[in-house]
């Protein structure tokens, strides 16, 4: 997981992203492998970081805030 966000503020994001990760991902599927949960992982963590709005955060993407990236269409 060295792509995730350098830093968790002591918001309580930690705590929704580990909810997201259980109601999303893995209550949902039944991994036949490590493998298969990694790749699964890694497709949900791109989706929640870099490809998804967050209401938190003005429905801007974790990755353009917390990596500096800028975000002109909020």
């Given at each position: 997981f060295g792509?995730?966000?350098?830093?968790?503020?002591p918001d309580g994001?930690?705590?929704?992203?580990?909810?997201?990760?259980?109601d999303e991902e893995t209550s949902l599927r039944e991994y036949r492998d490590p493998i298969e949960a990694q790749f699964s992982l890694e497709r949900f963590r791109r989706t929640y970081n870099v490809e998804g709005p967050h209401q938190a955060l003005r429905y801007r993407v974790p990755a353009n805030v917390f990596c500096g990236?800028?975000?002109d269409s909020a």
């Open positions: 792509s995730w966000p350098r830093a968790f503020l994001s930690y705590k929704r992203l580990i909810w997201t990760l259980k990236k800028s975000d």
